[in-house]
Nanobody
Framework: QVQLVESGGGLVQAGGSLRLSCAAS????????MGWYRQAPGKQRELVAA???????NYPDSVKGRFTISRDNAKNTVYLQMNSLKPEDTAVYYC?????????WGQGTQVTVSS
């Protein structure tokens, strides 16, 4: 079974940076677009970044210019560099396939941004 393991979250002050990592087992990684999603308390899970197998990226306006997604196909790992963090970025961050999340969700990694 495919497993997704996120890491790199933590507590950071507003304006700070974090780099998240997601390690994916199995054969899904090299042929699929991958995405980073987040879920804040009381809110629906939302996409914050996506990258195709060829490296094309897209972002919602809320994070554009601040977040950068990248991938290392050799390591089956996708990254999310988050800069200029805001308190509203506080959430649990997950990775999964894009546009349709398919493997079971991992445990996610908590990002907390203090004001």
């Amino acid at each position: 079974q495919v497993q997704l393991v996120e890491s790199g979250g933590g507590l950071v002050q507003a304006g700070g940076s974090l780099r998240l990592s997601c390690a994916a087992s199995g054969s899904i990684f090299s042929i699929n677009a991958m995405g980073w999603y987040r879920q804040a308390p009381g809110k629906q899970r939302e996409l914050v970044a996506a990258i195709t197998s060829g490296g094309t990226t897209n972002y919602p306006d809320s994070v554009k210019g601040r977040f950068t997604i990248s991938r290392d196909n050799a390591k089956n790992t996708v990254y999310l560099q988050m800069n200029s963090l805001k308190p509203e970025d506080t959430a649990v961050y997950y990775c999964n396939t894009f546009p349709r999340p398919d493997p079971p969700w991992g445990q996610g990694t908590q990002v907390t941004v203090s004001s």
